[in-house]
């Protein structure tokens, strides 16, 4: 019987740093990441036994997944403005693309990756700026996805 609650008596991976891979090309790295997951709704069905008492069941409905979001400090890269601003012209089609989020830990390897297929970003802000401030100025995107898997 095994000792430990991690497989291999593997220590818990550590939230380092992320990455964001385009298919075709584009990549970014981002301080925060959520929205890596799936849901499945859960429809209740009423039904009455044979003794007339009323039972809820309760069933797997409809599968969905979460919405990305990537936070980071702005760059220089126009990347994801280039990416979103396909949208907003109106070619969500020709912006979709397969995409990987990627976590790395404090010596740059990767030790986690997520793939979403058809991703495309439905919403993109930019920072919130104040010259009396000394914050990372952030941006973030919002992408939403017809599928997505952790791999690795």
Do not use: C
Request: aromatic fraction near 8%.
């Amino acid at each position: 019987m095994p000792t430990s609650l991690y497989e291999g008596d593997m220590d818990p991976l550590v939230s380092f740093n992320f990455g964001l891979e385009l298919e075709g090309g584009g990549e970014g790295y981002f301080k925060e990441v959520s929205g890596l997951g799936s849901e499945t709704e859960v429809a209740e069905h009423t039904i009455v036994s044979p003794s007339g008492q009323q039972i809820v069941r309760k069933i797997p409905g409809r599968l969905k997944w979460g919405d990305i979001t990537l936070k980071r400090g702005i760059t220089s890269s126009m990347d994801i403005w280039e990416w979103r601003k396909e949208v907003e012209n109106g070619t969500v089609e020709g912006s979709r693309k397969n995409i990987s989020i990627v976590m790395f830990d404090q010596a740059g390897d990767e030790v986690a990756r997520w793939n979403a297929s058809n991703a495309w970003p439905s919403k993109i802000d930019g920072p919130s700026l104040s010259a009396d401030s000394n914050d990372l100025v952030m941006e973030e995107l919002t992408i939403v996805h017809d599928y997505i898997e952790r791999v690795a």
